[in-house]
Each structure stands twice: as structure tokens, then as C-alpha cells.
């Protein structure tokens, strides 16, 4: 779920430097998170 951040590419260590290119997947990811937040 959490490589699911950056479409699996580099995880979610990264989101910084792909939040520029795929904010959309940012904005899709941050959704997902409030919505099934990780236990």
C-alpha cells in the first residue's frame, strides 16, 4: 500500500521529489490514507 505512493517507484521515501511530478498520485495517496489509515 505504502509503495502505491510514487506508482511503486522508490516507495514512499521519495514522495518529496515525486510530489512535484505526480501530485496527483500525492493527492490520491493522502486520500487513501485518511481514509484506511496504517495500523
Known amino acids: 500500500m505504502h509503495q502505491a505512493t ?3 517507484v ?3 521515501r ?3 521529489s515525486r510530489q ?3 501530485s496527483t498520485m500525492a493527492v ?3 486520500q487513501a ?3 484506511r ?3
Open 14 to 16: 521519495h514522495r518529496n
Open 33 to 35: 490514507v485518511y481514509a
Open 6 to 8: 510514487t506508482g511503486g
Open 20 to 22: 512535484k511530478q505526480r
Open 28 to 30: 490520491a495517496h493522502r
Open 37 to 39: 489509515p496504517p495500523v
Open 10 to 12: 522508490g516507495g514512499g
